[in-house]
């Protein structure tokens, strides 16, 4: 679909935008509490992560029927936020990239499958920021939080795609888990092979200029 198409299918539903509006609240005061200094150049870096996932994410590999997709790593930036400034500003970015996907791929159905969906996922990808000098445990454990958002939403909202006789669990765990293991596997060779650690010297030194 058009970008106009999408924001007019987006649209058609007031309830799920009425849920983003308090999720991304509740974010906030999540970040205000916290006192995470959203500065002129965090924000910039919050900007370019946004848009190198959103160009990662064009390039997928396969896109499964009802939304979910399989990229060259479009997780990598969230992660790498997370990691250099903590797991607030992971969900953040996470939250916004959520929004992002919706606009680029919507797939409706009522607002809590909105919210399984597209930004708690990938806020889940946030909880990098607690294991900051262990990229590959907070690689797995990042990618795990959004399966099991994934894996929720595919129970509850999407179980009679379910072929004849198999469980919602079942096909939930099938779909999710095979699509979000390529993924994460692309994802923990590319973290694997990052200089995390000079990347991060560079990002905090130019964020101290």
Partial sequence: ??????????????????ALLALIILVVVAIKVRKVKLDTHMI???????????????????????????????????????????PEVGFLTGFLYGIITLIMDPYILQPVQVLFDYPLPFMALGLAGYFKDK???????????????????????????APKGQSPVVYSF??????????????????????VKQLYSIAVKNHAV
């Fill in 135 to 161: 990229k590959i445990v907070a690689t797995i454990v990042a990618v795990f939080g959004r399966f099991i958002c994934h894996f929720i939403s595919g129970v509850v909202f999407f179980g009679s795609y």
């Fill in 44 to 86: 910039a870096q919050i900007g370019i992560a946004l848009a190198l996932a959103t160009v990662l994410k064009v390039f997928r590999i396969y896109h499964l029927p009802q939304g979910g997709s399989v990229t060259l790593g479009s997780m990598i930036p969230i992660l790498l936020m997370a990691l250099f400034y903590g």
């Fill in 174 to 195: 099938l779909v999710n888990g095979g699509f979000l293991a390529i993924e994460g596997a692309i994802c923990l060779v590319i973290m694997a092979v990052l200089p």
């Fill in 1 to 18: 679909m058009s970008f106009s198409k999408n924001m007019e299918e987006i649209l058609k539903h007031p309830t799920s935008l009425a």
